[in-house]
């Protein structure tokens, strides 16, 4: 069974760090696509940062600097660094697998985790 | 970066009502379209993926039509579990955009 369990999320000050994690089970994390996907009451749904079987990666522009995805192929586990945090950036985080299979659409969720920045 | 929009961005149903819900995209984006249903505190959950393929263990009444930039998605019979929030998204280009949403609520 495919399963994608996010950790790491809390509350931060601007200007301040977190690294969320995402670990996999039932699949290879290194096989997929894969990406971080964030959700704000105002600004709905929107992709943050993806990374490709073959390790290229894509940033939106809102987090390009700030924000470094990887992937840790040992431990099956998807990671999200997050540096110099602006109250902009407080949503949730969901993790998210794209599936070939289904056209490149997103087949499977993490549960989502909170991300306050505040002072 | 593809500009999807979705409307109505609500809408008041009775249980048993069609219901059709579209979304069109900012360029030709051919059947790359995927809908999702969300609801309350929960991730969003696959329902249509190509614009029209079911995906696995979705119930028959949702169905999915459209391509190039107008895209539907059609609940034949809404039932209670399917007040929720229903998003687009489009899976040709890089960033794989997300429409704004659609609140279904009860009538």
């Known amino acids: 069974e495919v399963q994608l369990v996010e950790s790491g999320g809390g509350l931060v000050q601007p200007g301040g760090s977190l690294r969320l994690s995402c670990a996999a089970s039932?699949?290879?994390?290194?096989?997929?696509?894969m990406g971080w996907v964030r959700q704000t009451p105002g600004k709905g749904l929107e992709w943050v940062s993806v990374?490709?079987?073959?390790?290229?990666?894509f940033y939106a522009d809102s987090v390009t600097g700030r924000f470094t995805i990887s992937r840790d192929n040992s431990k099956n586990t998807l990671y999200l660094q997050m540096n110099n945090l602006r109250a902009e950036d407080t949503a949730v985080y969901y993790c998210?697998?794209?599936?070939?299979?289904?056209?490149?659409?997103?087949?499977?969720w993490g549960q989502g985790i909170l991300v306050t920045v505040s002072s | 970066d593809i500009q999807m929009t979705q409307s109505p961005s609500s809408l008041s149903a009775s249980v048993g009502d069609r219901v059709t819900i579209t979304c069109r995209a900012s360029?030709?984006?051919?059947?790359?379209s995927n809908w999702y249903q969300q609801k309350s505190g929960k991730a969003p959950k696959l329902l249509i993926y190509?614009?029209?393929s079911l995906q696995s263990g979705v119930p028959s009444r949702f169905s999915g039509s459209g391509s190039g930039t107008d895209f539907t998605l059609t609940i034949s019979s809404l039932q209670p579990e399917d007040f929720a929030t229903y998003y687009c998204?489009?899976?040709?280009?890089?960033?794989?955009?997300f429409g704004q949403g659609t609140k279904v609520e009860i009538k």
């Open positions: 998210a697998r794209v599936e070939g299979a289904v056209a490149g659409a997103i087949d499977y």
């Open positions: 039932g699949f290879t994390v290194s096989s997929n696509y």
């Open positions: 990374i490709y079987s073959g390790g290229s990666t």
């Open positions: 360029q030709s984006i051919s059947s790359s």
């Open positions: 190509a614009a029209s």
């Open positions: 998204q489009q899976s040709y280009s890089t960033p794989r955009t």
